[in-house]
């Protein structure tokens, strides 16, 4: 009996060679070319992961983990064929926690969809990467977004998780203690490793209690850096701010276009503040002296729920709003972020508009500034393979600035398929202990290949 033919008698309907299954999970948000696996698994169970596994172990079938297939780095596509492990029916909460503040899920189980169930609970889960992403595949790539600044990332928020290994075996890592000193940490060695050494069928996530009290705001400066700089003294200023987001003024027009939002095409900061009444009044009203000083202009307030949730609303729908800067059939938008501690954070976004500049490209600066990341987003055509090379240049020069600057050529996206090519320069002879690590997890190296580690020259 082949792989295949095991995997049909254990699955059933939910094992599919069909060439619509095969394209569902090829497809990607960035610049990658399509990527078909020769097949589809649907598990409901860690069994059903463990036992698919198995089979494809034993005949060396590369397994790809597909989510939502939201990532932005290809880490999703099985560029080697094989079987996508499609978790979108391991879509279970298995208990809330409310006394220990966590929650038990299943890797399908989308962030909008656990805040839904949370709702009555006064608990909230703040990780907010924009797109509504699997916690499964949040967790594989490290996700963060516009809360991090207050809340951490995914790996301050994974408290536990259960793995099912290259082999089939299962492993459970972690506890819903808030703290250990027992042994290797392989919860966070599996956060983040893109699903190259394991595959997450379970976590326990940590909760936050909703805030009291909550206000949001933008307001405007003249230049990035004169923003930047706002930012700066804001974080060093100890100000627990919730959200403190930067949009430039190409954004700001793509704002306009997309949405007829009426901006002035200036650079913003979008903020939000989170506590008790008292105490959200006092950060907002210190935020606004030090950005007075910072030369702010155009304070506006959300001040209801419904401008709050518009106002997110805008800044999460940016990648619809870049592409009216520079519509066309056919034409996508590459998405690429760095992250640099905060006090080069100027320089690095300075790098970027001049890049851009130089090479004639469309980009908007969107940052979750507060800690050093942003993202530029930057209108190709990918039939131009001139158009395209410039922008893999950029990328290029972004990343090595970052670097430069003492920083990393990714803050959230991951590395996946596209950011390999850094990895030596980053991270200098630890590269070579995580393929050791990658050998000893994966001997066969049959989980989610040709990710993350690039391959010995």
């Known amino acids: 009996m082949t792989a295949f033919e095991a995997l049909d008698h254990l699955l059933g309907s939910r094992f599919t060679t069909t060439l619509a299954a095969r394209q569902q999970n090829a497809h990607n948000e960035a610049h990658y070319d399509e990527a078909l696996p020769d097949a589809v698994a649907f598990p409901e169970t860690t069994e059903e992961v463990a036992q698919i596994l198995r089979t494809c172990a034993e005949a060396g079938v590369p397994v790809t983990p597909f989510g939502t297939g939201t990532s932005l780095e290809g880490q999703h596509l099985a560029v080697n064929g094989g079987v996508s492990l499609d978790f979108s029916r391991m879509n279970r909460i ?23 169930e949370l709702r009555a609970t006064g608990l909230f889960f703040p990780i907010d990467p924009g797109a509504d992403a699997s916690l499964g595949g ?23 998780l259960e793995a099912v290994m290259a082999d089939g075996s299962v492993i459970r890592t972690g506890t819903a203690a808030k703290k250990s000193s027992a042994g290797y940490d392989l919860t966070h060695l599996l956060v983040g490793s893109e699903g190259t050494l394991g595959l997450i069928t379970e976590l326990t996530l940590k909760m936050h209690g909703q805030p009291e009290a909550v206000a949001a705001a933008t307001c405007r400066f003249e230049t990035v850096e004169d923003a930047v700089d706002c930012v700066i003294l804001t974080i060093q200023s100890g100000i627990p701010m919730a959200r403190i987001e930067l949009v430039d003024e190409m954004m700001v027009r793509g704002f306009n276009l997309h949405a007829g939002t009426g901006m002035p095409e200036k650079p913003h900061l979008f903020l939000e503040f989170h ?34 949730t518009a106002l997110w609303s805008l800044r999460q729908g940016a990648l619809p709003a870049i592409g009216a800067l520079d519509p066309g059939a056919g034409k996508r938008t590459y998405s690429t972020d760095v992250c640099v501690p905060i006090s080069r954070l100027a320089e690095a976004v300075a790098v970027a508009k001049e890049e851009a500049r130089a090479r004639g490209l469309i980009c908007t ?21 001139a158009q395209l090379d410039a922008v893999l240049a950029f990328s290029g020069a972004l990343a090595e600035a970052a670097l430069r600057l003492g920083g990393t050529v990714t803050g959230e996206h991951g590395i996946g398929l596209g950011k390999q090519k850094y990895m030596d320069a980053e991270h200098g002879a630890a590269l070579d202990w995580m393929r050791r690590v990658k050998t000893a997890f994966d001997p066969q190296g049959i989980l989610n290949p040709g990710k993350l580690i690039p391959p010995e020259s």
């Open 94 to 116: 298995l208990s809330v926690n409310d006394a220990d503040m966590n929650v038990v899920v299943q890797p399908g189980v989308t962030r909008k969809q656990l805040n839904e």
């Open 138 to 160: 949040m967790a594989a790539t490290r996700a963060s977004g516009t809360t991090a600044v207050r809340y951490g990332t995914m790996r301050e928020n994974v408290l536990a």
């Open 275 to 308: 506590g008790a009444p008292q105490a959200v009044a006092e950060q907002v009203a210190t935020f606004r002296e030090l950005a007075a000083d910072a030369g702010a202009e155009g304070w506006q307030e959300a001040a209801t729920t419904e401008e709050r």
């Open 365 to 385: 600066i969107v940052g979750h500034v507060g800690d050093g990341n942003f993202h530029c987003g930057v209108r190709f055509d990918p039939a131009d393979r």
